[in-house]
C-alpha cells in the first residue's frame, strides 16, 4: 500500500530536549515537504527536499532542521523545542508529474507535538 | 513570494445546498492550483486540481474554476451531504529554478447541517 509514515503520532516533550519527528515514503518519490498546520493559519511549509542531499527553506523553517540522506526518509529535527513550536506536523512526498515539479502531495498521518 | 487568500473560513449550509469556496492568489506565475479535504483529525487529501490552461474542471458534485486574469479560483460543491463536512484548503504552486513551494490558504470549515 502506497504510504507516507510519520512517527511518532504523538509526543508532549519539554523545552530543549532535542527530538526527531521520521516520516518515510514507499512511493519512490523525489520530492517531499514537512508542514506545521496551527489553527487559522493553515498549513505552512518548514523545509522541502526535492531529491537525496537537496534541501531547502520553506516558509517557516526557523528552529528546525532536516536532511535527506535517503530518497525515502525525510526526518525533521528540533534541536532545542520551545512551546511555540506545539503544533500539528505533516509529512508529503509527491512524484515529479508531467515533466514538471507539480502534482498530488500525499500526506502522512501528522504528528502532534507539544512542548511544555 | 506567493500569497494565497481563501473565504470564508467558516460556511455552514444545509444538505442539498450549494457550497462555494473562493480564493485569491497574488503570483502570476502560479499554474497549478489544488484543493485539499482534510476531515477531522485525520490528514489532507486532494479532491480536485486544476492548471493554469484550464478554466473549469469538474468531477461528479465538485467542480473548480480559475480565472487567470482576476487571480482568482474557486471550489464548488452541488448537493451538498453531511459527509462533506471538512476543512477544504486551496493553494497555488508553481516550479521555477528547481524549486517548488505550493502555498496554502488558511482554510475553509464546512459544515453541512442534515
Known amino acids: 500500500e502506497a504510504q507516507v509514515t510519520q512517527n511518532p503520532r504523538y509526543l508532549i516533550t519539554v523545552t530543549g530536549k532535542k527530538l526527531t519527528v521520521t516520516c518515510s515514503q514507499n512511493?519512490?518519490?523525489?520530492?517531499m515537504s514537512w508542514y506545521r498546520q496551527d489553527p487559522g493559519l493553515g498549513l505552512r511549509q518548514i523545509y522541502y527536499?526535492?531529491?537525496?542531499?537537496?534541501?531547502d527553506k520553506g516558509d517557516v523553517p526557523e528552529g528546525y532542521k532536516v536532511s535527506r540522506k535517503e530518497k525515502r526518509n525525510f526526518p525533521l529535527i528540533l534541536e532545542s523545542p520551545s512551546p511555540n513550536q506545539t503544533s500539528l506536523y505533516f509529512c508529503?512526498?509527491?512524484?515529479?508529474?508531467?515533466?514538471?515539479?507539480?502534482?498530488?502531495?500525499?500526506f502522512g498521518e501528522g504528528s502532534r507535538l507539544t512542548v511544555l | 513570494g506567493e500569497n494565497v487568500e481563501q473565504h470564508p473560513s467558516t460556511l455552514s449550509v444545509q444538505e442539498g445546498d450549494s457550497a462555494v469556496i473562493k480564493c485569491t492568489y497574488s503570483?502570476?506565475?502560479?499554474?497549478?492550483f489544488p484543493w485539499y479535504k482534510q476531515e477531522l483529525g485525520k490528514r489532507p487529501q486532494l479532491i480536485i486540481d486544476i492548471r493554469s490552461n484550464v478554466g473549469e474542471k469538474k468531477d461528479q458534485r465538485i467542480a473548480v474554476t480559475l480565472n487567470k486574469t482576476a487571480k482568482h479560483f474557486s471550489l464548488h460543491i452541488t448537493e451538498t451531504q453531511p459527509e462533506d463536512s471538512a476543512v477544504y484548503f486551496c493553494?497555488?504552486?508553481?516550479?521555477?529554478?528547481?524549486?517548488?513551494?505550493?502555498?496554502f490558504g488558511r482554510g475553509t470549515s464546512l459544515i453541512v447541517h442534515p
Open positions: 527536499s526535492m531529491n537525496v542531499e537537496v534541501t
Open positions: 508529503a512526498s509527491m512524484i515529479e508529474g508531467s515533466g514538471s515539479w507539480i502534482g498530488e502531495l500525499f
Open positions: 493553494a497555488a504552486s508553481y516550479a521555477s529554478g528547481g524549486s517548488y513551494i505550493p502555498t
Open positions: 503570483d502570476s506565475a502560479s499554474n497549478y
Open positions: 512511493m519512490n518519490h523525489e520530492y
